[in-house]
């Protein structure tokens, strides 16, 4: 099953294709000059029973080459020598299907796991290598933490994934304290580093940062999803109780009593259903409005 950490980071990368452009430097290669970036189906499975799924995957169309090249992402969170079978695959199976050059670019979020996906993958025999694949990896040791607030409200979705790509750093608190002013404000980039950070500390953390907006993680949740939930069930319970207040005085007025103001502001400043209800109730015989609130 795919974790909350994993899909947040491919969730970033599709919704800000042009994060892509932003971040292979950092693997200490020149992203070509591109006229656009565009997701394509990750599926990349044959029609025989064996499945393979690249975790995002897209076209980049260059300008000054024609029909661009495929990038597909994938991201790692722990050695795993299975995966040099399906990166090789991944990227025979791409050249074959689209005839377009296809590069790999792993995101790691641990020094350890970001040198062993650069290692090259060789395929073949001692005496003769059939195939050689080389990952381009971003990971902790060359995608710093953005910790200047000027910097980062420049780049939100840069400094949101370097985030991600840091969240095992001894410093984290400091780098969420740092960064929590720029993004707190925004619901949808606080809610990525939320879900993408592990459990722990540093999700614990942000989760008391973070102000109340709407979720984009229904179901997860998040501390965002908790308190929006909680806001929004706050105000509609406030409007029914609105609804009735009013119900109380247009009974009491219909029927000729007279409501003096101070009676009017205590019946509207009630949000307690359940006496209003009972207002409501004595509305109907009441020979004064005081007498709605009993020995209340």
Not at 17 to 30: F, H, I
Not at 81 to 106: E, F, Q, T
Not at 112 to 131: D, E, L, V, Y
Not at 183 to 192: R, S, T, V
């Amino acid at each position: 099953m795919v974790s909350s950490q994993h899909d947040a980071v491919h969730r970033i990368f599709r919704e800000e294709t042009d994060l892509l452009a932003r971040l292979v430097p950092e693997a200490g290669v020149k992203f070509p000059e591109y006229s656009s970036i565009e997701p394509l189906d990750t599926d990349l499975t044959e029609i025989r029973p064996l499945e393979r799924r690249v975790d995002s995957f897209f076209r980049v169309r260059t300008v000054d080459e024609e029909g661009g090249f495929l990038l597909a992402v994938e991201s790692q969170s722990q050695p795993d020598p299975d995966k040099h079978n399906s990166w090789a695959y991944y990227l025979a199976h791409m050249y074959a299907k689209y005839r377009l050059p296809p590069i790999l670019l792993v995101v790691c979020r641990d020094k350890k796991t970001a040198a062993w996906a650069k290692q090259p993958i060789r395929i073949g025999r001692s005496f003769h290598t059939s195939m050689e694949v080389f990952p381009l990896v971003v990971g902790p040791f060359g995608v710093r933490p953005i910790t200047d607030p000027e910097e980062a409200a420049k780049d939100l979705a840069l400094t949101t994934i370097s985030i991600l790509i840091n969240g095992k750093d001894p410093a984290i608190l400091a780098i969420l304290d740092a960064v929590a002013p720029v993004l707190g404000p925004n619901a949808k980039w606080a809610e990525y580093i939320e879900v993408g950070l592990d459990e722990g500390p540093a999700r614990d953390h942000w989760r008391r940062l973070m102000a109340v907006y709407t979720p984009n993680f229904p179901g997860f949740g998040s501390v965002m999803e908790e308190a929006w939930t909680k806001v929004h069930s706050d105000g509609e319970a406030k409007g029914e109780a609105k609804g009735e207040a009013k119900a109380v005085l247009r009974v009491l007025r219909t029927r000729g009593v007279e409501v003096s103001e101070s009676v009017e502001e205590r019946v509207m400043a009630c949000v307690d259903l359940e006496i209003l209800e009972t207002w409501l109730d004595r509305s109907l015989t009441v020979e004064n409005a005081e007498e709605l609130f009993g020995e209340e």
